[in-house]
């Protein structure tokens, strides 16, 4: 998995606050998407970006959740006031094509919600 | 709606023999599949892929086969050893669509 960098690999948050969830893509991937994988669950699709444009966002919940791929720096998974059905592994992958033919993935956030 | 469906939560193999993961899906506009390799704490790591007009694709000890009748695609590893151990994805995706679709996956143990 070198190449997409995740951070932080494990996040705690208290209910009702902030989780910010950074990716920054392979070198030379402008293609950034991020999954959600719950407990005894398959990874689910959230939603694709490219360099500041949101390309698809259909997997994301309607409420709380945002994602931005700014023109510099990283991709940003944000999840305001959060409950415990927030708590999951969130992957972050990168490709260098729309059309992509296989993701490279991150190592992962793994997210808890205390 | 779960459109990839890997109906084997696990799978125990000993050393040196043949492991068949199984893959089923729903959408027929699916026309490209992969297989994801996970170790715990890990990122799935890409493994093998075969597109719609192939029913074969091999590399190494892995091959994967692709039944389009039958919405299914299977995963072959021969000789199966211990370092193969893991949860293996299968996911899916059409010409028109920018996401894959994962089944839940399969966990395989390989026995020394």
């Known amino acids: 998995n070198a190449g997409v960098m995740q951070n932080p690999r494990h996040l705690v948050r208290r209910r009702g606050q902030e989780a910010r969830l950074r990716c920054s893509p392979m070198?030379?991937?402008?293609?950034v998407y991020w999954y959600r994988q719950l407990p005894e669950e398959g990874l689910k699709f959230m939603v694709y970006?490219?360099?500041?444009?949101?390309?698809?966002e259909s997997g994301m919940p309607k409420e709380r959740f945002s994602a931005e791929f700014p023109k510099e720096g990283p991709s940003i998974l944000r999840i305001q006031q959060v409950v415990r059905g927030d708590s999951a592994a969130y992957f972050c992958?990168?490709?260098?094509?729309?059309?992509?033919?296989?993701?490279?993935f991150g190592s992962g956030t793994r997210l808890t919600v205390v | 709606d779960q459109q990839v469906k890997q109906n084997s939560p696990s799978l125990s193999v000993q050393e040196g023999r043949i492991s068949i993961l199984n893959c089923d899906y729903t959408?027929?506009?699916?026309?490209?599949f992969l297989w994801y390799k996970k170790y715990p704490a890990e990122g799935p790591t890409f493994l093998i892929s075969?597109?719609?007009?192939?029913d074969k694709n091999e590399d190494g000890r892995f091959t994967v086969f692709l039944n389009k009748s039958a919405k299914h695609l299977s995963l072959h590893i021969v000789p199966s050893q211990p370092g193969d151990s893991a949860v293996y994805f299968c996911?899916?995706?059409?010409?028109?669509?920018?996401?894959?679709?994962f089944g839940t996956g399969t966990s395989l143990t390989v026995i020394p």
């Open positions: 992958a990168s490709s260098p094509s729309a059309r992509n033919y296989g993701y490279t």
């Open positions: 070198k030379g991937h402008s293609h």
């Open positions: 970006l490219q360099k500041e444009n949101i390309i698809d």
């Open positions: 959408n027929s506009m699916f026309d490209y």
């Open positions: 075969i597109s719609s007009i192939k």
């Open positions: 996911a899916a995706s059409g010409n028109t669509g920018n996401q894959f679709y």
